[in-house]
């Protein structure tokens, strides 16, 4: 198994320097239907499919979440901007937490801030979780050259034919133990969260 190192580093840290997000301002002002929604996200969220049949979401996804109170419910069977936004945290939530803690942890934004008209809304909320993400990246670009230089540097003993796997092992561990440790912390603090006693 050969593993060129230099080019696996830069198309890792090219792939975190695209990271975005779908604006606010990028999503319609007008109400809109199922298929519509499910449009939207799979044209906004494209980027983020592993593999092309991948789905972004579908009809079953919206209802499920629906009626697990994770979304409000549809008026007259349209989506406003606010339940795109609620699906946009949703669809990256799932990946890490259950839909219980997603429940948990959005409910308070959906009681308070869902169809608030007010300069302190659900948009605005959304805008600066993502702005405070979006600073996250230069960061995280430079953890990600510090966790693969270490897992470059082990099994330096090992025999040659086996040693880019076994690194390519320890860096893909290194960053299932960050992961696993973060979903931990997560899972602690949704537990935790004083609204939800």
């Given amino acids: ?30 109400d809109l239907y199922m298929d519509q929604v499910t449009t939207f996200m799979d044209t906004q969220l494209s980027s983020t499919r592993r593999y092309d049949q991948d789905k972004i979401l579908t009809k079953t996804m919206i209802n499920n979440y629906a009626k697990n109170n994770l979304l409000p419910p549809p008026v007259k069977k349209k989506y406003t901007k606010e339940h795109v936004l609620i699906l946009i945290f949703i669809y990256y939530f799932k990946n890490i937490l259950s ?57 330096s003993d090992a025999p040659d034919e086996d040693r880019a796997y076994l690194q390519f092992f320890s860096l893909i561990c290194s960053l299932s133990f960050d992961v696993y440790v973060k979903k931990m912390i997560i899972e602690k603090l949704i537990d935790s969260m004083p609204e939800l006693k």
Wanted: proline share 3%.
């Fill in 1 to 30: 198994m050969k593993i060129d190192s230099r080019d696996m580093l830069n198309s890792i840290l090219e792939s975190l320097s695209r990271i975005d997000y779908i604006h606010a301002d990028d999503i319609p002002n007008i």
């Fill in 99 to 155: 839909i219980k803690d997603i429940e948990c942890l959005l409910h308070p934004l959906t009681e308070k801030y869902f169809h608030k008209e007010d300069d302190f809304d659900l948009t605005s909320i959304y805008e600066e979780v993502c702005s405070m993400e979006k600073s996250d990246v230069e960061p995280l670009m430079e953890e990600m050259k510090e966790i693969y230089a270490r897992a470059m540097d082990s099994f």
